[in-house]
């Protein structure tokens, strides 16, 4: 048996994209089977599911293209446009949600065979329970944005999927059948803000924004422990591009320092921030003491 941690993440967004197409079938039979608007709204976000796990697919190749001319910085952030698309996907897809929940508020209709439809929706949520916390683990792991917004998407899914049951089961026995898109609104809301959310993550990758507070205490001490005989650190900057960690800062040392000893201090610093990030470009301007600014220093 293949373990699915060992796949790279484009054969995990490829494999994301025929799951989505089978969660689709099941939910589609759901909603043919109870003719239930909430059970509707719920396979129709799962169009959403494969048309981004499609980009995903798509950025992940793209952004795995090594360094060229054009691109001398890689093209890691094209993860970011996937979760980007991603997020719109899913704003649109909450709309149309709330639009067949207004339909079926305006004309309520019966709803067929209701247990059975929700017996087939549920196997439908098992499905993408799983795999998302496999994509979350995996986006993690590997540090990649558009695995990462895929997953947390799925697992939306998943919250949608368990909403639309209770209420379901709560048109069903109390014969309220308004219930069905009133649920199905409550759905749209909560994918609306699942969307946004990640609208707004997508846009700080892209912005270049700050890194958590977690992974600088992580690099600060990579820096600290192994500056060696150097004076100070400061102007230390970092940003994240997909699975790629962009650091810089200015090492201060002794002006009697040789170049040679210097370069031994940076090699070392170096190769303990990729220790702790992974991949990372690094970049290290080496001043004299008597040449430093001593600004937004570093604790050595």
Not at 3 to 32: C, D, P, Q
């Amino acid at each position: 048996m293949i373990e699915l941690s060992r796949l790279n993440t484009a054969t995990m967004a490829a494999i994301s994209i025929a799951v989505g197409l089978v969660v689709f079938a099941i939910k589609l039979l759901a909603w043919g089977v109870t003719g239930s608007v909430a059970l509707y709204s719920d396979a129709l976000e799962s169009t959403v599911n494969i048309g981004a796990a499609m980009a995903a697919f798509i950025a992940i190749r793209w952004s795995r293209q090594p360094d060229d001319d054009d691109h001398p910085y890689g093209h890691h952030k094209a993860e970011y446009l996937s979760a980007v698309l991603e997020a719109a996907l899913i704003l649109i897809a909450a709309l149309m949600i709330f639009r067949e929940a207004f339909s079926a508020l305006v004309d309520p209709h019966p709803i067929d065979a209701p247990w059975l439809g929700l017996a087939i929706n549920l196997s439908a949520g098992v499905i993408n329970g799983v795999w998302a916390m496999i994509l979350i683990g995996h986006g993690r792991r590997e540090r990649s944005p558009a695995l990462l917004a895929d997953g947390r998407h799925i697992m939306a899914d998943v919250v949608t999927s368990a909403g639309v049951a209770v209420g379901l089961a709560l048109a069903v026995l109390t014969g309220w059948t308004i219930f069905d898109p009133i649920l199905a609104a409550v759905v749209a809301v909560h994918v609306l803000r699942s969307g946004w959310q990640l609208m707004g993550e997508s846009v700080s990758g892209l912005m270049d924004a700050a890194p958590p507070e977690e992974e600088l205490v992580r690099i600060r001490k990579a820096i600290t422990e192994n500056s060696g005989d150097a004076l100070e650190a400061h102007d230390l900057r970092t940003r994240n591009a997909g699975r790629r960690t962009f650091v810089d800062f200015h090492l201060v040392v002794p002006g009697h320092m040789s170049v040679a000893d210097a370069h031994v201090i940076c090699d070392r610093i170096e190769a303990a921030i990729r220790r702790e990030m992974g991949e990372s470009v690094i970049s290290i301007h080496v001043e004299p003491q008597h040449k430093a600014k001593h600004d937004n220093v570093v604790t050595i």
